[in-house]
């Protein structure tokens, strides 16, 4: 099976918080999240590997994420704003992602009203 | 300003022609990748460029990594409607923590 997220689109409000989930491929270590939005493309969120952040994207606090003992990730945006509508992709690699091949989910559309 | 700028951001052409699509940067990548997204799904990865001049081919695509790792370009050989889609680079430099992803091209071929 291939990268899974949920929930596939999602619609809060401003203030709220939301928790996103991804599921890696098996033996997959590595899990990273991205921004997609038509106005900047895709942006690098940050990665986690072996439940450790590791790499991270020029993104504010209200942005956050863990990493469970069997891979599977969460990203959590606290105090939504308008401007966090966006596709949100996450990737699994077998290692560090400079240095392994990415498999992308399928995404999880998020509009904040 | 993205670190990664692609050209051209869209382009339209008739089945069969050929294409090249460009991604450049000021900063030395230690390899770069190509992706193709369609609509609703994530990135898929076309293939991995690591030396530089190094030049991979993927049936009609050819991808060619920059002598000093700061570009690199996809050729479409006749193009194909199934070749429509948006097509990204992306990499991590030699000396940041970050991934990067180019401003993606978009393409349209028209049967």
């Known amino acids: 099976a291939g990268v899974t997220q949920s929930p596939t689109h999602l619609i809060k409000t401003r203030g709220q918080q939301v928790t996103l989930s991804c599921s890696p491929i098996s033996g997959h270590r590595s899990i990273s999240w991205y921004q997609q939005t038509p106005g900047q493309g895709l942006q690098f969120l940050f990665e986690y590997f072996s439940e450790t952040q590791r790499n991270k994207g020029n993104f504010p606090g209200r942005f956050s994420g863990r990493q469970f003992s069997n891979s599977r990730s969460e990203m959590n945006v606290s105090t939504l704003e308008l401007g966090d509508s966006a596709l949100y992709l996450c990737?699994?690699?077998?290692?560090?992602?400079?240095?392994?091949?990415?498999?992308f989910g399928p995404g999880t559309r998020l509009t904040v009203t | 300003t993205q670190l990664l700028e692609q050209s051209p951001q869209f382009l339209s052409i008739q089945e069969g022609e050929n294409l090249t699509v460009y991604c450049n940067s000021s900063?030395?990548?230690?390899?770069l990748q190509w992706y193709r997204q369609e609509p609703g799904e994530g990135p898929v990865l076309l293939v991995t460029v690591v030396t530089g001049g190094e030049v991979k081919k993927l049936k009609r695509l050819t991808f060619q990594f920059g002598d000093a790792r700061k570009d690199s370009s996809l050729h479409i050989t006749a193009a194909q409607p199934g070749d429509t889609g948006l097509y990204l680079c992306?990499?991590?430099?030699?000396?940041?923590?970050?991934?990067?992803f180019g401003t993606g091209t978009s393409l349209t071929v028209i049967p």
């Open positions: 992306a990499g991590g430099t030699d000396t940041g923590n970050q991934f990067y």
């Open positions: 990737a699994s690699s077998l290692g560090l992602l400079t240095s392994y091949e990415q498999y």
């Open positions: 900063s030395v990548f230690s390899s």
